[in-house]
């Protein structure tokens, strides 16, 4: 049976292997998914191990940046991000190496909430790899703008350059800001400590902007409770942008896309329990 697993550490907790599960048996694909505890000194000679039979791997914290370095050859948009999440076994037995974690979050706006960002005022919270990854899909959609706002203005500043070539975008501080947006995504890891980084409120117009966090938990984060009291038109957590970042990396080593609804309703229904 082709075997893929998902590198991590830790890693015991990774919701991947029954996203994959629930994929293989909807669309009737024999694969076998499992969790592998990479050690912090040695992902490469772990991953390159496991490719000796293995098809595929997805790819997780803290190693993205080491499975760039591994892969022998990148997607446009893993080049980009700077980091991969997907690893691929080509037929010539090379690594190929993919970032889908941006286009799961462009897909779970566009398909799953229905929400066109072409023409939008995006701003996008924090300035790490969570941005850096993001940024690549979110331009492809022709927003109106995106405004990279981070802590250390410094890091936004860096990525704005980056991606400046592919569109509209901009760097700056929390407080310099006060126009109402389209669309606020929060890819800080303040929500981890229930923090939410601290942007005016005007930022929001009322039942209009749509307020999106990467991160998610059995409660409201932080940072969607924010948005909720200030009357974002539209709150979401990132649980569907993990089954589409999921769906992403099943459609390139299986091409059949799954239907992430089912599996998303059962991530919501099993992190309620
Ligand atoms: P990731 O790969 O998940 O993006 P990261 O690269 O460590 O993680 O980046 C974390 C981001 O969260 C950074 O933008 C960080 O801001 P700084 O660059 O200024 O450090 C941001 N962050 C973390 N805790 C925060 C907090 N309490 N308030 C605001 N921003 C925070």
Not at 99 to 106: E, H, P, Y
Not at 160 to 182: I, K
Not at 227 to 249: K, N, R
């Amino acid at each position: 049976m082709d075997r893929y697993v998902v590198f991590g550490n830790p890693i015991g907790h990774s919701k991947s292997p029954m996203i994959h599960k629930l994929f293989a048996e909807q669309t009737g694909q024999s694969l076998d998914y499992s969790t592998l505890l990479a050690p912090l000194d040695d992902f490469s000679g772990c991953a390159t191990s496991f490719f000796q039979e293995g098809r595929g791997a997805n790819v997780t914290v803290p190693f993205k940046e080491d499975a760039y370095r591994l892969a022998n050859s990148l997607t446009d948009r893993a080049q980009r991000a700077g980091a991969v999440n997907t690893l691929s076994k080509l037929a010539d037995g090379t690594l190929l190496g993919d970032n889908t974690d941006g286009a799961g979050l462009v897909r779970d706006l566009t398909v799953n909430a229905g929400f066109s960002l072409t023409g939008k005022r995006v701003l996008l919270l924090g300035a790490g790899g969570a941005v850096r990854g993001a940024l690549e899909p979110l331009l492809a959609e022709k927003p109106a703008s995106v405004i990279i706002a981070n802590r250390t203005v410094d890091k936004a500043e860096l990525l704005a350059e980056l991606f400046c070539d592919l569109g509209p975008v901009s760097a700056s501080g929390y407080d310099w800001l006060r126009e109402p947006v389209d669309v606020i995504i929060n890819a800080t890891s303040a929500s981890l400590t229930g923090d939410v980084p601290p942007i005016a409120e005007s930022l929001i117009e009322p039942g209009q902007t749509l307020c999106y966090d990467m991160m998610y938990s059995k409660e409201p984060t932080a940072f969607c409770r924010w948005a909720s009291e200030h009357g974002a038109g539209v709150v979401m957590d990132g649980l569907g942008m993990l089954a589409e970042q999921a769906a992403e990396a099943f459609f390139l080593w299986r091409g059949v896309r799954p239907d992430t609804a089912p599996v998303l309703a059962e991530l919501r229904r099993q992190l309620a329990l």
